[in-house]
């Protein structure tokens, strides 16, 4: 069984605007959506104040 460890890891802006563009294309596959949530959750949250 693999054991899950914490990341560091973040998705660039860059990756995370691709991302989201893929996530609100109705064409977009299942597995293209998939992966883009998967990059989305490692993205740095900017969240407004």
Not at 9 to 35: G, Y
Request: no cysteine; proline share 4%; glycine share 2%.
């Amino acid at each position: 069984m693999a054991t899950s460890k914490k990341s560091n890891e973040q998705t660039s802006p860059s990756v995370a605007s691709k991302a989201s563009k893929i996530l609100s294309n109705p064409k977009s596959t299942s597995a293209q959506k998939s992966v883009a949530a998967s990059a989305l959750t490692q993205a740095r949250n900017k969240g407004k104040k």
